[in-house]
């Protein structure tokens, strides 16, 4: 393989890791919380799909009255995508807290099983919601955004949207990263991730705390989806699946519970992935990221950026 090769896969294992990584925040901060795994969470990476393509649809369909402005400038396609990326998330946000006081939050004092099973439940419904109620074949992602080569360098190229892709992942990092450790609300989810209880009788509404977790994982799983639908260029009922286990694997590999862990085990597992896609074949990449976990396990069981806790008894 040669050096511009390796440059090109290093820059789409990029690319890829920062929606992994945007997926795994969503795992890392209802875990962080709950001690839970959303294995939903992947049907929130999908329905995010979904709702932003629905969007684009309306808003550039000819039919819609201000379709022209929104196809006709760079400004105009700005404005579409900021509003597409904004309803993808808040809808879906808004599904992860209806989820979770219909499906979690009657089983939060039950046996840590049942939360569980109820996860795997309401992922298999809406995967299948989707299947029924919208189409069970690819829907194409309408390609307005601008794709361009922006870089140049080594023989390798870097686009727009690879760049819009990471540096949005960045920035929702910093964001988040800044909400959880400087406000007032940051400071009550580390609270009730800390002690539930002993956070509760100093006066946090822990309701108000884990409905919030809930519409931020969700919303961020969102953003990635619909980045998923733009790259890959087709949204389909089952894409979810793979991209959600691969994102639980990223935040392991991270530290499940730290969101820098999370992005770090993101970008590391797009990277990985890139890697063996080109060194060996595609048909190996899934097997590579999954041997690096059993690794990562087996000798830190705590993740990369994570504590091994010892549980008292």
């Given at each position: 393989m040669t050096a511009d090769v390796i440059i090109q896969q290093l820059v789409n294992g990029v690319t890829l890791g920062g929606m992994y990584a945007l997926i795994a925040l969503g795992y890392t901060l209802v875990y962080g919380i709950l001690l839970m795994i959303n294995f939903a969470h992947s049907e929130m990476f999908m329905?995010?799909?979904?709702?932003?393509?629905g969007m684009l649809l309306l808003l550039t369909s000819k039919s819609f009255p201000a379709h022209a402005f929104f196809t006709g400038s760079a400004f105009g396609i700005l404005v579409l995508y900021v509003i597409v990326f904004a309803v993808a998330?808040?809808?879906?946000g808004i599904l992860g807290m209806v989820i979770e006081r219909v499906a979690y939050r009657p089983l939060r004092h039950a046996p840590r099983l049942a939360p569980l099973i109820s996860a795997i439940g309401v992922s298999i419904f809406l995967q299948n919601a989707a299947l029924?109620?919208?189409?069970?074949?690819?829907?194409?992602?309408?390609?307005?955004?601008?794709?361009?080569?922006?870089?140049?360098?080594?023989g390798a190229s870097v686009n727009s949207l690879q760049i819009?892709?990471?540096?949005?992942?960045l920035i929702l990092l910093f964001v988040l990263d800044t909400f959880i450790s400087r406000t007032r609300v940051g400071k009550a989810m580390?609270?009730?991730?800390?002690?539930?209880?002993?956070?509760?009788?100093m006066g946090i509404d822990i309701n108000y705390v884990i409905s919030l977790a809930f519409f931020i994982g969700p919303a961020l799983g969102a953003v990635a989806g619909v980045f998923h639908g733009m790259y890959y260029g087709a949204v389909v009922f089952s894409m979810g699946f793979i991209p959600g286990i691969k994102s639980f694997t990223a935040a392991v590999l991270g530290g499940i519970g730290n969101l820098r862990g999370a992005m770090l085990g993101g970008f590391l597992l797009g990277i990985v992935e890139s890697l063996a896609a080109g060194f060996l074949s595609t048909g190996y990449k899934d097997v590579v990221a999954f041997i690096i976990?059993?690794?990562?396990?087996?000798?830190r069981p705590g993740g990369l950026l994570g504590e091994s806790v010892v549980e008292k008894v």
């Open positions: 329905g995010g799909a979904y709702v932003g393509l998330a808040i809808a879906i029924l109620w919208i189409d069970s074949k690819a829907i194409p992602f309408p390609r307005v955004f601008p794709v361009t080569p922006l870089v140049t360098f080594a819009l892709i990471v540096a949005t992942s580390r609270a009730t991730s800390q002690d539930r209880e002993a956070a509760g009788l976990l059993i690794l990562v396990l087996i000798f």
